[in-house]
């Protein structure tokens, strides 16, 4: 039994070693130099797969969204209404910083912009996923009369 168990063992660290050789070690993809080099190319790529258009429609419909809940009178449609007023500060201060990245600033769009434009997106996101959990969870808990 011991035997079986020291061989499991051996077997389970020559693995390991040949893992992290191959994926940490001098050639592996996630070594110092290289990977950085990889990885802010790809970052580079990636850059242009944004687009403004989306984020004008989000903010539109996002929008929308918000003076549709105007009308609400409850408790629960108040906080519908500031998640959905949280949504739309976060997405218009995401155009804003687009806005101002691509015509003010010398720099242009650049990555530290494009993270700001998602993080705030994010957000937004975030925002709307509470006000959608609360929807589902305040129509399941609703008692017909």
Do not use: C
């Not at 790809?42 to 984020?55: C, K, M, Q, V």
């Not at 429609?57 to 003076?67: G, S």
């Amino acid at each position: 039994m011991d035997t079986a168990f020291e061989d499991t063992h051996s077997l389970v660290e020559n693995i390991r070693r040949v893992f992290k050789e191959t994926i940490f070690g001098l050639l592996g993809p996630l070594y110092g130099p290289e990977f950085q080099d990889t990885r802010r190319a790809f970052n580079d790529a990636r850059s242009g797969e944004y687009n403004a258009y989306e984020l004008y429609a989000a903010i539109f419909v996002n929008l929308i969204a918000t003076v549709l809940k105007f009308g609400d009178r409850t408790q629960i449609g108040a906080v519908h209404l500031a998640t959905s007023l949280v949504a739309d500060l976060q997405l218009i201060a995401a155009a804003l910083v687009w806005g101002y990245a691509s015509y003010v600033a010398v720099d242009g769009l650049t990555r530290e912009a494009t993270a700001s434009v998602v993080s705030l997106s994010g957000g937004a996101l975030v925002a709307n996923i509470v006000s959608v959990t609360l929807l589902v969870v305040e129509t399941v808990s609703f008692h017909r009369r």
